[in-house]
C-alpha cells in the first residue's frame, strides 16, 4: 500500500485512530482558534480596563458592577427583551397558523407553492430586507401609510418615533422569519400518524377537539423547539436594526447586540463590552441548556 | 417535485384524497387566509422590483403601482457606474462566499467522516464539544477575534472574514447524519478490497455524499452571502467591503439614496439566492427542517 511509507509502523487500531485525528484536525484547529480561546480571552478581557493601544489593567469586577447601574444597557435590554416576546409570539403564532391551514386538504401544487412564498423571505438578508422596508415605512411617501391612509389611519411615523419604531422591526421580523416557524410546523404536523385522527373521527371528534386534543399535545415538543430557537435568534437581533432604525430614534431600538458593537468597535470600550456579552452569553446557555433538557424528556415520554 | 419528508404525510394524502368531499366553507376560509399572507409577503419583494425598473422621478408615486410599468433598465447599470464600487461589492461577496463555501465542504466532509466512520479514542468527547460551540453567540468571540485579527495585521483583509467561518459545527454535524446512514457493507466492502481509510473516504463515501454536500453548500453559501456582523467589523474600506455593506452605503443615511438604483442594487443581491432556492428548494427546505437551524 502506497501509504504505508508515511505510518509505517501502526496497528491498524492506531492508523484508523491516526486518521480520524487527522480528519476532525482542521475543524479543531479553527474550534480552538475561533471559539474556545476567545471564549477563555472574552472571560479575561471582561475583568480588565482594556486599552487597545494603552495599557490595560485588571480592574476586578468593575465592568460587571458597571452593568448593574449602567441605565442605557438597562434599556436595551428592555428594547431587547420587548422585540424578544413579541417576535417569537407572533412569528410561532402565525406560523404555526400557516402551517396548519398548509396541512388541510390542499392539491399538492398549491401547497407547495404557497409554502415556497412563506418561505423565500427567510433566504433574503436580513440588511436587504430593512433596507426594503426603509423606504417602505416612510411617513409621507411610504407605502404602508397610504393604504393605512385608506382605512381613514393617520400616516403614522413609523422610524421617526420612539413608539413606533420597535413594532416596525418587529413587523418586519415577523415578515421575513414567520416562514422559517411555518416550515418546521408543517414538518411536526405532517408527522402526526394518521391513526391518531382516525380514531378520533370515528369517535366523533369535532375539528376543534382535534386541533387542542390531538394535534397540540402531538406538536409540543415542535412547539416547545422553535419557541427557544427564535429566541435565541430573537436576543441577538443586530442586522435588521442597524440598518433599519440604527438603535434610535434616541435608544428606543437600541438592542443588547448593537449596544455590545458600539461599547466594542466605536467606544473601543472592549472590557466592559466582553462583560455585556457575558451576560448574552448566560442567558443563552440556560435557554438552550433547557431545551436539551426538556426535549430530552420528551423523547423519552414518546416512546 | 415531491417533497416526502417522511412517511406520516404520504399515509394523510392517502386519506384526504380519497375523501373527496365538496369544498366546505373552512376550506375556502382556509384559502382566503393563506392568500392574504402569501399577498403580503410577495408586496414588499413586487414593490422592489417594479420600483427597480421605474425612473427616479417615479419612485414614489401614490397610489403604490405594483407591476413595472416602465422599462428603465439603466437602473440596473447605475450601481456600477455610481461613486461606490459595486462591481467590487459584488466580486468581494462571491469571493468570501465561495472560498467559506469550499472551505466547510472540506473541513466538515472530513470531520463529519472521521466522527461517523472512525473509530479513535475520545470520539464521543470531542464531537459533544463541538457540538457545545453552537451556543457561543459570535458576540463573545468577535473581541477576541477582532484582537488577533488586528495583531495579524488582517484588519481590512479578507481574510478576516473567511478564516472564522472556514469551520462549522453544525456542518460537522449534518455531514456526520449522512455518513453514519451509509450502509455497513459499503465499507466492509472496501475493506476486503483492501481500500485505506483516506481511499474509502475519496472514493467510496464522498462521492455518495452529493446530496449532503449540496445541501451544506448551499446553506452555508446563503448564510455567508446574508452576512453582515462579521465584514461590517473587519473591513472598512470601500474597495473591500461585500454586497450588504455596500448597499447600505449606497442607501445612505436614513434612506437618502436613490430609490431606484437601490432597488435594482437589491434585486441584483437577491437574484443569486432565488436561483439557488428556485433550484435546490428540495434540499433546503429539508436539511432546514431536520436540523432546526436558523437560515
Redesign the interface.
Known sequence: ?P?SGLLPELTP?R???????L??L??????A???????I??TR?SFMEFS?IGKSEYIGLENYAKILTDMRLRTSYLNTIVFTVFAVSFNAG?GL??AV??N??LP?LIR?L????????????????A??????Y?QD?G?IN?YLGLLGIDAIPWLSSAAWAMPAIIIMDV?K?T??AM??FL?GL?????TY??AAQLDGAN?RQIFFKITIPMLSPTIF?ILV??MI?AL?V??SI??LTAGGPGDATRSV?LY??EQ??QKFD?GY??AV??T??AI??IL?SLQFYISQRWVYYDE | ???Q??I??T??????SH?KKPLKR??IL?YI??TI??I??????L??FS?SLRPTSES?S???QWLPTQFRVENYLAPFESNVPFQSFFFNSLKITLAVTIGQL???S??G???AR????G?NF?FIL?LA?L??????????????M?SLGLIDNHLAVI??G??S?FG?FLMRQFFKQMPEELFDAAKVD?A???RT?LQIALPLAGPALATLGIITF?AI?????LP??FLNSWDNMTL?QG??LL?GYM?SGN?SV??AA?TM??LP??LV?IIA?RW??EA???S?L??
Request: proline letters at 6%; charged letters at 10%; hydrophobic letters at 55%.
Open positions: 500500500m501509504k487500531k492508523r484508523e485512530a491516526m486518521i480520524g485525528y480528519f476532525i482542521p475543524t479543531y484547529i479553527g474550534f482558534v475561533f471559539i474556545l480561546w476567545p471564549i480571552e472574552a478581557i487597545i402565525i397558523i400557516l391551514l398548509l388541510r386538504r399538492f407547495n404557497y409554502r415556497s412564498i412563506f418561505f423565500f423571505p427567510v433566504l433574503i438578508a436580513h440588511t436587504y430586507i433596507v426594503i422596508w426603509r423606504f417602505l416612510q411617501t407605502v397610504y415578515w422569519n416562514g422559517f416550515l418546521v414538518a405532517q408527522s402526526i400518524p394518521a385522527y382516525e375539528e423547539f430557537i427564535f435568534g441577538q443586530f442586522d442597524i440598518v447586540v455590545i458593537y466594542a468597535f472592549m463590552a466582553s456579552s457575558m448574552l452569553f443563552i446557555l438552550t | 417535485m415531491a417533497i419528508i417522511d406520516g404525510k399515509k394523510r394524502q392517502k386519506i384526504s375523501s373552512g376550506d382556509s387566509i393563506l399572507a402569501a403580503l409577503v410577495l408586496m414588499p419583494l414593490w422592489m420600483t414614489f401614490l397610489p403604490p472540506i473541513t466538515c472530513t470531520a467522516y472521521a466522527f472512525l473509530r479513535f479514542p470520539r470531542l463541538l460551540s451556543m457561543v453567540p459570535s458576540q463573545v468571540t468577535i473581541i477576541p477575534i477582532f484582537l488577533t488586528r478564516l472564522p472556514l469551520v459545527a460537522v483492501g485505506g481509510y483516506i473516504f446563503n452571502w446574508n452576512s453582515y456582523f461590517l467589523i450588504p448597499i447600505a442607501t434612506g430609490p437601490v432597488m437589491v443581491a437577491i439566492v432565488l432556492f428548494q433546503i427546505i432546514l427542517t431536520r432546526g436558523k437560515g
